[in-house]
Protein backbone atom coordinates (compact mmCIF):
# COMPACT_ATOMS: atom_id res chain seq x y z
CA UNK A 1 0.00 0.00 0.00
CA UNK A 2 1.03 3.20 -1.04
CA UNK A 3 0.30 6.47 0.74
CA UNK A 4 0.91 10.08 0.19
CA UNK A 5 0.61 12.39 2.83
CA UNK A 6 0.68 16.19 3.09
CA UNK A 7 0.75 19.07 5.81
CA UNK A 8 0.36 22.55 4.66
CA UNK A 9 -1.18 23.52 8.01
CA UNK A 10 1.31 26.35 8.61
CA UNK A 11 4.83 27.19 7.96
CA UNK A 12 6.49 24.14 9.38
CA UNK A 13 4.55 21.87 7.11
CA UNK A 14 5.95 18.07 5.11
CA UNK A 15 5.40 15.66 2.46
CA UNK A 16 5.60 11.87 3.39
CA UNK A 17 5.60 9.02 0.78
CA UNK A 18 4.79 5.62 3.04
CA UNK A 19 4.80 2.08 1.62
CA UNK A 20 3.30 -0.62 3.55
CA UNK A 21 3.45 2.00 6.38
CA UNK A 22 6.99 2.31 6.14
CA UNK A 23 8.26 6.41 5.08
CA UNK A 24 10.33 6.03 2.11
CA UNK A 25 10.07 10.13 1.35
CA UNK A 26 9.93 12.96 3.37
CA UNK A 27 9.91 16.21 2.26
CA UNK A 28 10.01 19.43 4.61
CA UNK A 29 8.53 22.63 4.32
CA UNK A 30 11.59 24.66 6.06
CA UNK A 31 12.50 27.83 3.78
CA UNK A 32 9.06 29.98 4.41
CA UNK A 33 8.20 29.76 0.58
CA UNK A 34 4.73 30.04 -0.31
CA UNK A 35 2.71 26.95 -0.46
CA UNK A 36 1.43 26.79 -4.13
CA UNK A 37 5.18 27.23 -5.24
CA UNK A 38 6.45 24.49 -3.01
CA UNK A 39 4.16 21.60 -2.99
CA UNK A 40 3.42 20.17 -6.29
CA UNK A 41 7.55 20.07 -7.13
CA UNK A 42 8.30 18.59 -3.61
CA UNK A 43 5.10 16.06 -4.76
CA UNK A 44 7.07 15.07 -7.60
CA UNK A 45 10.64 14.28 -5.91
CA UNK A 46 8.94 12.55 -3.05
CA UNK A 47 7.34 10.56 -5.56
CA UNK A 48 10.85 10.05 -7.60
CA UNK A 49 12.64 8.94 -4.47
CA UNK A 50 9.65 6.37 -3.98
CA UNK A 51 9.76 4.97 -7.33
CA UNK A 52 5.94 5.44 -7.68
CA UNK A 53 4.06 7.80 -9.19
CA UNK A 54 0.80 9.05 -8.66
CA UNK A 55 -1.54 6.64 -10.09
CA UNK A 56 -0.01 4.24 -7.78
CA UNK A 57 -0.64 6.00 -5.30
CA UNK A 58 -3.72 3.86 -3.02
CA UNK A 59 -4.76 6.54 -0.05
CA UNK A 60 -4.12 10.44 -0.06
CA UNK A 61 -3.36 11.93 3.52
CA UNK A 62 -4.40 15.17 3.96
CA UNK A 63 -4.05 17.56 7.14
CA UNK A 64 -7.28 19.67 7.72
CA UNK A 65 -5.83 21.79 10.02
CA UNK A 66 -6.39 23.57 12.01
CA UNK A 67 -3.88 26.21 10.51
CA UNK A 68 -3.32 28.61 8.34
CA UNK A 69 -6.36 29.72 5.54
CA UNK A 70 -3.70 30.00 2.42
CA UNK A 71 -1.72 27.20 3.46
CA UNK A 72 -4.48 24.80 3.94
CA UNK A 73 -6.44 25.47 1.09
CA UNK A 74 -3.56 24.58 -1.37
CA UNK A 75 -2.97 21.42 0.32
CA UNK A 76 -7.18 20.59 0.40
CA UNK A 77 -7.22 21.48 -3.28
CA UNK A 78 -4.56 19.71 -4.30
CA UNK A 79 -5.56 16.11 -2.62
CA UNK A 80 -9.37 16.90 -4.29
CA UNK A 81 -7.93 17.04 -7.87
CA UNK A 82 -5.73 14.18 -7.33
CA UNK A 83 -8.56 12.12 -6.02
CA UNK A 84 -10.89 13.41 -9.09
CA UNK A 85 -8.37 12.84 -11.89
CA UNK A 86 -6.31 9.53 -10.19
CA UNK A 87 -9.76 8.16 -8.64
CA UNK A 88 -7.99 8.23 -5.53
CA UNK A 89 -9.57 7.63 -1.70
CA UNK A 90 -8.85 10.17 0.68
CA UNK A 91 -8.49 10.34 4.72
CA UNK A 92 -8.81 14.12 5.98
CA UNK A 93 -6.84 14.36 9.48
CA UNK A 94 -6.70 16.70 12.28
CA UNK A 95 -3.37 17.72 12.33
CA UNK A 96 -4.12 17.92 16.45
CA UNK A 97 -5.20 14.31 16.59
CA UNK A 98 -1.76 13.54 14.66
CA UNK A 99 0.23 15.30 17.58
CA UNK A 100 -1.14 13.77 19.93
CA UNK A 101 -0.33 10.44 18.79
CA UNK A 102 2.91 10.74 19.67
CA UNK A 103 1.73 11.49 22.92
CA UNK A 104 1.60 7.32 23.37
CA UNK A 105 -0.88 5.72 25.33
CA UNK A 106 0.67 5.29 28.57
CA UNK A 107 -1.04 8.04 30.08
CA UNK A 108 -4.78 8.72 30.45
CA UNK A 109 -5.02 12.42 28.55
CA UNK A 110 -2.95 13.94 25.95
CA UNK A 111 -3.04 17.06 24.93
CA UNK A 112 -1.86 19.07 21.57
CA UNK A 113 -0.90 22.50 20.88
CA UNK A 114 1.12 24.66 18.61
CA UNK A 115 1.17 28.56 17.68
CA UNK A 116 -1.98 30.31 16.40
CA UNK A 117 -0.43 33.53 16.30
CA UNK A 118 -1.29 36.65 18.05
CA UNK A 119 -0.17 35.00 20.96
CA UNK A 120 -2.80 32.21 21.16
CA UNK A 121 -2.38 28.51 20.37
CA UNK A 122 -4.36 25.68 18.82
CA UNK A 123 -5.43 22.79 21.48
CA UNK A 124 -6.77 20.07 21.56
CA UNK A 125 -6.80 17.01 24.13
CA UNK A 126 -7.84 13.65 24.24
CA UNK A 127 -8.25 11.05 26.09
CA UNK A 128 -6.89 7.47 25.71
CA UNK A 129 -9.89 4.52 25.61
CA UNK A 130 -9.03 1.34 24.69
CA UNK A 131 -6.09 1.68 22.83
CA UNK A 132 -7.03 4.79 20.60
CA UNK A 133 -7.70 8.46 21.22
CA UNK A 134 -10.94 10.23 21.50
CA UNK A 135 -11.18 13.96 21.69
CA UNK A 136 -12.21 15.94 24.66
CA UNK A 137 -14.39 18.74 23.72
CA UNK A 138 -13.44 20.87 20.75
CA UNK A 139 -10.76 22.15 19.08
CA UNK A 140 -9.40 25.16 20.25
CA UNK A 141 -7.79 28.53 19.08
CA UNK A 142 -7.11 29.91 22.66
CA UNK A 143 -4.60 31.40 24.99
CA UNK A 144 -2.07 29.75 26.57
CA UNK A 145 -3.07 29.89 29.94
CA UNK A 146 -6.79 29.53 29.10
CA UNK A 147 -5.91 26.00 27.39
CA UNK A 148 -3.69 24.76 30.46
CA UNK A 149 -6.47 25.31 32.64
CA UNK A 150 -9.24 23.77 30.41
CA UNK A 151 -6.94 20.62 30.17
CA UNK A 152 -6.40 20.75 34.06
CA UNK A 153 -10.09 20.94 34.81
CA UNK A 154 -10.75 17.87 32.52
CA UNK A 155 -7.87 16.24 33.72
CA UNK A 156 -7.94 16.80 37.28
CA UNK A 157 -5.25 14.60 38.66
CA UNK A 158 -4.88 12.33 36.38
CA UNK A 159 -1.56 12.66 34.09
CA UNK A 160 -1.34 14.68 31.37
CA UNK A 161 1.42 14.36 28.29
CA UNK A 162 1.80 17.28 26.43
CA UNK A 163 2.39 17.20 22.72
CA UNK A 164 3.58 20.48 21.44
CA UNK A 165 5.59 22.43 18.36
CA UNK A 166 6.26 25.52 20.54
CA UNK A 167 6.76 24.67 24.24
CA UNK A 168 7.87 27.55 25.52
CA UNK A 169 4.16 29.11 24.88
CA UNK A 170 2.96 26.62 27.70
CA UNK A 171 5.86 25.61 29.90
CA UNK A 172 6.41 28.69 32.43
CA UNK A 173 1.93 29.16 32.82
CA UNK A 174 1.41 28.27 36.64
CA UNK A 175 -0.59 25.67 36.17
CA UNK A 176 1.66 23.92 33.98
CA UNK A 177 4.36 24.16 36.27
CA UNK A 178 2.05 23.26 39.51
CA UNK A 179 1.20 19.52 36.68
CA UNK A 180 4.80 19.03 36.15
CA UNK A 181 5.81 18.77 39.77
CA UNK A 182 2.83 16.32 40.09
CA UNK A 183 3.98 13.90 36.91
CA UNK A 184 3.04 15.67 33.52
CA UNK A 185 5.79 15.93 30.78
CA UNK A 186 6.19 17.59 28.02
CA UNK A 187 7.10 16.28 24.59
CA UNK A 188 8.54 18.18 21.75
CA UNK A 189 6.83 17.12 18.50
CA UNK A 190 9.33 17.42 15.73
CA UNK A 191 8.31 19.46 12.61
CA UNK A 192 7.35 16.55 9.78
CA UNK A 193 4.16 15.42 10.57
CA UNK A 194 3.32 14.67 6.96
CA UNK A 195 3.87 11.04 8.04
CA UNK A 196 2.03 10.95 11.30
CA UNK A 197 -1.19 12.08 9.24
CA UNK A 198 -0.33 9.18 6.98
CA UNK A 199 -0.24 6.86 9.47
CA UNK A 200 -3.79 8.13 10.87
CA UNK A 201 -5.39 8.36 7.97
CA UNK A 202 -4.27 5.01 7.32
CA UNK A 203 -5.67 3.13 10.42
CA UNK A 204 -9.16 5.50 9.18
CA UNK A 205 -8.80 3.84 6.08
CA UNK A 206 -8.64 0.52 7.61
CA UNK A 207 -11.93 1.27 8.95
CA UNK A 208 -13.64 2.69 5.80
CA UNK A 209 -13.59 6.16 6.76
CA UNK A 210 -13.05 7.77 3.89
CA UNK A 211 -13.43 11.65 3.46
CA UNK A 212 -15.87 12.77 1.04
CA UNK A 213 -13.88 14.61 -1.89
CA UNK A 214 -16.65 17.08 -2.26
CA UNK A 215 -17.51 17.91 1.05
CA UNK A 216 -14.19 17.69 2.62
CA UNK A 217 -12.86 21.24 4.38
CA UNK A 218 -10.18 22.68 6.53
CA UNK A 219 -10.75 23.00 10.53
CA UNK A 220 -9.96 26.58 10.41
CA UNK A 221 -11.19 27.39 14.04
CA UNK A 222 -10.47 30.95 13.72
CA UNK A 223 -11.17 33.24 10.53
CA UNK A 224 -8.87 34.04 8.28
CA UNK A 225 -7.32 37.95 8.88
CA UNK A 226 -8.63 38.56 4.84
CA UNK A 227 -12.09 37.62 6.24
CA UNK A 228 -11.53 39.43 9.78
CA UNK A 229 -10.81 42.64 7.66
CA UNK A 230 -12.72 42.55 5.41
CA UNK A 231 -16.26 42.23 7.54
CA UNK A 232 -14.69 44.40 9.89
CA UNK A 233 -14.28 47.29 7.05
CA UNK A 234 -16.43 50.23 6.52
CA UNK A 235 -19.39 50.04 3.68
CA UNK A 236 -17.15 51.23 0.35
CA UNK A 237 -13.70 50.19 1.12
CA UNK A 238 -14.34 46.40 0.58
Known sequence: MITLAIDTSEARGSVAILRNGVVVARK??????????????????SLTEASAKMADVDLLAVSTGPGSFTGLRVGLTSVKAWAEVYKKRIVGV???????????YVQSFVASCYD?????????????????LERVGDEFVISPDEFVQFVDRQAGREVVTWVTLDPEMIRDTATLQQRITSGDRIALCPNYLAEIIGAVAEEKAARSEFSDPVTLDANYVRRSDAEIFWKGSPAGVR
Do not use: K
Open 28 to 45: VHDNGSDYSGWLLPQVDR
Open 94 to 104: SRLEAMARLGG
Open 116 to 132: AQRGQIFGGLYRNAGGG
